[in-house]
């Protein structure tokens, strides 16, 4: 039984690992116009590819829910353009993308997947409207190059050959308890 606890416990330890908490880590906070805008950017550091802003607006303490909200990224004009996933290499027609709250888990944010389509510095501009009220905040940001894809997707690399040997070590147990028995 002792056994159990341990391999739940090292199971535990590197879920906690592996999980990441919603919003990303702050790039911003300000207050514009009696706004204030918190602007969370996940993954951290920014990298080549999909990423997820998350805008936190709020009146005083309040939250605000009804505010229009949209993200535009520009890189400097020195930079070319680099290797994108597939999902992130179709043009969306424009240069702005709405943050909205429904692609949020948490219902509190306006969130966006921006493509972020080179390393360097670059500038992300968050709008917020809200009761006719406008404020714009800008966001200096280092976008790092794109994670070579064995290092990008290594948790879904190592997944098969894990549950594999989770698999043998169980059939391994159940045949030992069998010959004890």
């Given at each position: ?44 550091p920014l990298r080549v590819g999909p990423v997820d802003v ?43 993308t709405p943050a909205v709250r429904a692609h949020s888990n ?67 147990l159940v045949k030992s308890r069998q010959k004890g028995d």
């Open positions: 039984m002792k056994r159990r606890s341990h391999v739940f416990f090292a199971f535990t330890l590197l879920a906690a690992v592996c999980c990441h908490a919603d919003g990303g880590a702050i790039l911003a906070r300000q207050t514009i116009n009696g706004l204030g805008l918190t602007v969370f950017a996940s993954p951290a998350s805008v936190l607006v709020q009146e005083g303490e309040r939250t605000v829910l009804d505010a229009t909200v949209e993200v535009a990224w520009s890189a400097s004009p020195s930079s070319s353009p680099e290797w994108m996933p597939p999902c992130c290499a179709m043009e969306s027609g424009t240069a702005k948490n219902r509190l944010l306006y969130s966006a997947i921006v493509p972020m389509r080179s390393s360097g510095p670059s500038e992300l501009v968050i709008r917020v409207a809200q009761g006719g009220r406008e404020a714009l905040l800008s966001c200096d940001v280092e976008v790092r190059p794109h994670l070579p894809a064995a290092l990008a997707f290594w948790p879904w690399l190592v997944l098969p050959p894990v549950a594999i040997a989770g698999f043998a070590l169980h059939q391994n």
